[in-house]
């Protein structure tokens, strides 16, 4: 039996994809000012990407802005990820200052959900699980390859490696340089998940010829998807208005699709 998680109110691991958007500032008031914009949004899941923020290694300072976007959106998931460099992220941090983040958002009591580099980064994965799992709150294991589609039995073997790692929800993240690339993507999601996962996965092919990947997830087994609120934070990212109309049209016709 598949997996589901319910985190205020919102079920991750069936029914239509889950629409996240990251927010991605370098101050407090930048970051403040982007969540107001959001508040009237179609989002279910708020990511903040701590790699742009001046003042991360500031303990006090993160914890205040957690608290003011926990306050500003009380029922929707809150995910704290810091992107490190190897994966496309914004500035380089040692092992052990990336584990202490992932810790202490964790055991702030203000986020639902911690991103962890579980590839890249093998050394602190069980550490940053354990942890991360003590304080209740869920780990969604990542990984992000900006230059390349890996073959469908690497994509299936890393999504698994990230489950049996004790990953709650694993998430791929792929850069596609033709239409079979997609299709590479898209038959490993749904392989893993109708055949071999036991938990939810989230798959994305970035950039413009990867769109179908964002919006056809409730079909091949993609729990959350990308949205762009202004300007897009990755490549091949709609808006998230567009991205909820289509969600919902294909959610509306699932048993025309045989789901």
Not at 92 to 107: C, K, P, V, W
Not at 165 to 182: F, Q, R
């Amino acid at each position: 039996m598949k997996k589901v998680y319910t985190v205020r109110g919102v079920t991750i691991g069936e029914g239509r994809p889950k629409i996240i958007v990251p927010i991605i500032e370098k101050t407090d008031a930048a970051i403040i000012e982007k969540a107001q914009s959001l508040l009237k949004l179609p989002i279910d899941v708020i990511e903040w990407r701590a790699d742009a923020y001046e003042e991360i290694l500031e303990e006090e300072k993160i914890f205040k802005v957690l608290k003011a976007l926990r306050e500003l959106f009380p029922d929707k998931i809150l995910i704290f990820s810091f992107r490190t460099l190897i994966e496309g992220g914004l500035r380089e941090i040692s092992m052990e200052d990336y584990t202490r983040l992932n810790h202490f958002a964790a055991e702030s009591g203000l986020v639902d959900m911690v991103d962890v580099a579980m590839i890249s980064w093998p050394d602190v994965v069980e550490e940053n699980i354990h942890h991360i799992h003590t304080a209740g709150i869920l780990v969604m294991g990542s990984y992000h390859n900006f230059k390349s589609t890996p073959e469908k039995a690497v994509l299936i073997r890393t999504l698994m490696k990230m489950q049996a790692l004790g990953a709650d929800i694993s998430k791929i993240a792929v850069m596609p340089n033709t239409a079979d690339d997609l299709l590479t993507l898209l038959n490993a999601t749904y392989e893993t998940a109708s055949r071999y996962g036991d938990k939810p996965i989230v798959t994305t092919a970035m950039s413009p010829s990867g769109l179908l990947s964002r919006l056809a997830g409730e079909v091949f087994g993609s729990s959350m998807t990308y949205g762009a609120a202004g300007e897009a934070t990755a490549p091949g990212q709609i808006s998230v208005e567009l991205l909820d109309d289509v969600l919902s049209l294909l959610h509306g016709n699932r048993e025309l699709m045989g789901l």
